[in-house]
């Protein structure tokens, strides 16, 4: 009798849940929106940051710190919402995506960072396609003299020994232990995915 | 349905990495980015299949619209961490002229690799050669009579240097 009365009330609960929601189905979408409302701000206040900032190179750190903060402000903003019940959590039954839409928010970050750290940088197909796009009929020749010109190995050489990933010395370049662990990140990699070296 | 959304986005990806990494071994580089991509188009139809499967057998109840907004922002997070997953480790991996110098010293072992040395075994030839054999074989560019020619203007790099691009503009240098 009692457990019927329980799965009767369990029912209603539900189809009551239901109603709601559907009077409101905007509020399933408000967390969403709010992650990525919070995700372009922290976009914003970064390329505020480089505007004004004088230190030189990517400022991929000062990006994490940001979104760092406005996680937090994702999870205050959450939990707020849940303590004043500004959107009635009660309608939303499993929803709304407060977890999914958090995910979302972290996701994002690393696809705004290699589009970021892209402006600073040059790759070799890039400077190819900009090559034959500007030259029309380029050949193999005239693409290598392109690719010299922009010292790609001599450079990253030199960004690595900056970064403290490799050292020069006596005319030989030598890793450094976080050039190491780089490396056999790589060797894993390079097993699991079965192919050859890149590059 | 919050926590089903986001599984459901994981598992996507999850069978999308079991698929390429069994089916990339023995890829050339020449099919390598037109096979990526309909790799990463092929797999994020899959959360709207997979969300069907678990509607239709009513695993949770809630009404269709939740299942919809589900499935759409399951196949949002596929999308992203396919998108992570393919620009910052299988790219780098795949195409970083860093990461190849960091594995051709390592080679080496303790006592390090010359200019030379390293020059000889990966050089600018070297570079210009696995880019060229991979943007003709995407289609990116054409080959005729031994001379270099742009071929789909709307690339993958392009739509990636228009995004680029703009966020310069705003940064300002």
Not at chain 1, 30 to 44: K, P, R
Not at chain 2, 9 to 26: A, N
């Amino acid at each position: 009798m009692i457990l019927c009365n329980r799965k009767k009330l369990h029912a209603l609960q539900i189809s009551l849940e239901i109603k709601v929601y559907n009077q409101d189905p905007n509020n399933a979408m408000a967390y969403v929106f709010f992650a990525l409302l919070l995700f372009c701000a922290s976009v914003m206040v970064h390329i505020f940051f480089c505007r004004k900032t004088t230190r030189p190179g990517l400022q991929a750190r000062a990006y994490i710190f940001i979104a760092m903060i406005f996680m937090g402000v994702y999870i205050a903003g959450v939990y707020a919402a849940g303590q004043g019940m500004l959107l009635d959590p009660h309608s939303l039954w499993g929803l709304p995506f407060k977890i999914t839409s958090g995910v979302i928010f972290i996701l994002l970050g690393p696809v705004y960072l290699m589009f970021y750290a892209l402006t600073q940088l040059m790759s070799p197909s890039k400077k190819i396609l900009m090559s034959i796009g500007r030259g029309g009929n380029l050949s193999r020749a005239d693409i290598l003299a392109r690719i010299e010109e922009e010292d790609f190995i001599g450079t990253r050489l030199r960004d690595l020994c900056v970064s403290g990933c490799a050292r020069h010395t006596k005319d030989r370049y030598i890793l450094n232990p976080s050039g190491q662990k780089i490396a056999t990140a790589l060797t894993i990699m390079q097993r699991v995915l079965g192919r050859d070296m890149g590059g | 349905m919050d926590l089903l959304a986001a599984g459901v986005g994981f598992v996507s990806f999850g069978i999308f990495f079991i698929i390429h990494v069994i089916t990339f071994r023995w890829l050339q580089p020449e099919k390598l980015l037109r096979s990526l991509r309909v790799c990463v188009l092929a797999v994020v139809a899959l959360p709207l299949v997979l969300t069907g499967i678990l509607f239709v057998n009513k695993v949770m109840d809630a009404p269709l619209l939740a299942w919809v907004l589900a499935s759409l922002l399951a196949l949002l997070i596929t999308g992203l961490v396919s998108l992570v997953y393919v620009l910052c480790v299988f790219g780098p991996y795949e195409t970083s002229v860093r990461m190849r110098l960091v594995r051709e010293i390592e080679r080496r072992g303790p006592e390090g690799i010359s200019l030379q040395d390293l020059l000889r075994r990966y050089s600018s030839e070297t570079i210009m050669n696995v880019r060229l054999r991979r943007l003709i074989g995407s289609g990116d560019i054409i080959e005729e009579n031994g001379l270099y020619r742009s071929g789909s203007k709307k690339n993958f790099l392009f739509f990636i240097d228009i995004i680029a691009g703009m966020i310069k503009k705003w940064i300002g240098r």
